[in-house]
């Protein structure tokens, strides 16, 4: 097995995925990039350093399939390591439900929920071969508590989370370690969601309220850091912590905060 560490990253195109993978190849580590945006994964490919510091996989995160045969080929790359698998790849639509088509709200699902079980499945086996090795599964804090014109979102943010705490406790068998990030809104290109019904997106209701947006640096910054934690479950952003806070000792407060946003057109977490 290769001395040199190694992490596989969906979503690695753009966003969270791409700026987690620059600080991963930053600490030396052989990275593993995945997406369906071949293109962006070129040139993800040239912003970690090339060649030498990783490899890049086309992959629809739906297909199980798809996924034996990516880790594969990463596994042969790597030396046969995989010391972490980072279940990135999301997307969202925004809009009330009646509002959302019966495609986004199944892309929804297949992606960020079937996705992230997928990668969990595939993964496990290399994980098991690797010692100390890790499933990262980002979650958003909109599995805090549900938030207007995100509700298919954010079930399936709910989803992670609970898939990522039953894994903690199963995954342990083999010592394979698990975490759940949980990012507040974060300067990627999903805060450009809309529903096919509305003309409005996310990023509009943010700048409107004045929301607080975190940087993708931030967030890679917890990801990586939360390697070598013991705690399963990392909050982005000071406002995400708040939030955790009040949803859980005034639940109460939270759903009036955001019945108030609502109503006002600001995004979900503003005030």
Known sequence: MSSRK????????????L??????????????????????????????G?????AT???????????DDALSVFAAASGGRLDVLINNAGIASYGYLEEQSD??????????????INGSRAGIEYLKK?????????????????????????????????LSEALDIEF??????????????????????GSSGSNVNMADSIKEGGTPVYTVEECAGVIYDSVASKELKHIVGARGKQLAWLARFAPG???????????????????
């Not at 990253?9 to 995925?17: E, F, N, V, Y």
């Not at 709200?105 to 992230?116: E, H």
């Not at 890790?134 to 709910?158: D, E, M, R």
């Not at 407060?253 to 977490?269: N, Y």
Request: net charge positive.
């Open 57 to 67: 996989y086309l992959l629809d995160v739906r297909d199980r399939s798809a996924w």
């Open 172 to 193: 342990s068998r083999f010592g394979v370690g698990v975490k759940c990030i949980m990012p507040f809104f974060i300067n990627t290109p999903i805060l450009q969601a």
């Open 6 to 17: 190694a992490v596989f990253i969906t979503g690695a195109a753009s966003g969270i995925g």
């Open 19 to 48: 700026g987690t993978a620059k600080r991963f190849a930053k600490k030396g580590w052989f990275v593993g990039l995945a997406d369906v945006n071949a293109a962006g994964l070129k040139a993800a490919l040239d912003a970690i």
């Open 103 to 116: 495609d986004e709200v199944a892309r929804q699902l297949d992606i960020n929920v079937k996705g992230v």
């Open 130 to 162: 690797t010692p100390g090795s890790q499933l990262i599964n980002i979650s958003s804090c909109a599995s805090i508590y549900g938030a207007p014109k995100l509700s298919v979102y954010c079930a399936t943010k709910f989803a992670v989370r609970g």
């Open 50 to 54: 090339g060649p030498s510091n990783g």
């Open 253 to 271: 407060m939270v759903r009036r905060q955001l019945t108030a946003a609502e109503r006002s057109g600001k995004a979900p977490g503003s005030r």
